[in-house]
């Protein structure tokens, strides 16, 4: 009965510790469009990692036409939408509270999208995977 627990033991901690990725200290940036490429909208984040933890997150979502950073009067671009309007205050809220939740839970998959905010949702999470991907340890598996 003990070798039982004592095995079970062992394969949950060796599958924890394969789900843990070891990365580098340094400063990363990922940029992307998600699956939006044919709109104008990059989206970049930038970590900071110490000691295998991310310590720093800064996001932005840049509007390549126009030249300018989404921010909280982005809206003012919709002056007749009014939908649009109130889906650019949601994504702002995302773009504030999704670097929160990462360094919270220092896990890109338990950031949870906010209502009515999946596009900045998407943006910020396939920009922040390139840059976890920068700052994964290289080992010879990879």
Aim: hydrophobic share 35%; charged share 20%; net charge positive.
């Amino acid at each position: 009965m003990n070798k039982i627990i004592l095995f079970i033991g062992l394969l949950a901690f060796s599958f924890s510790s394969a789900q843990t990725t070891a990365l580098r200290n340094g400063e990363f940036e990922g940029r992307s469009c998600s699956f939006y490429g044919i709109e104008p909208y990059v989206g970049v984040t930038i970590i900071k990692i110490k000691n295998g933890k991310i310590i720093k997150v800064t996001f932005q979502i840049i509007d390549t036409t126009k030249n300018e950073y989404f921010d909280q009067n982005y809206s003012t671009h919709f002056p007749t939408q009014p939908v649009y309007q109130e889906q650019c205050k949601a994504d702002w809220k995302g773009v504030l509270n999704y670097p929160v939740q990462l360094l919270k839970k220092q896990d890109l998959k338990s950031v949870d999208a906010l209502t009515g905010a999946t596009w900045s949702h998407n943006l910020f999470v396939s920009s922040t995977a390139i840059a976890l991907k920068k700052a994964k340890v290289k080992t010879e598996n990879n």
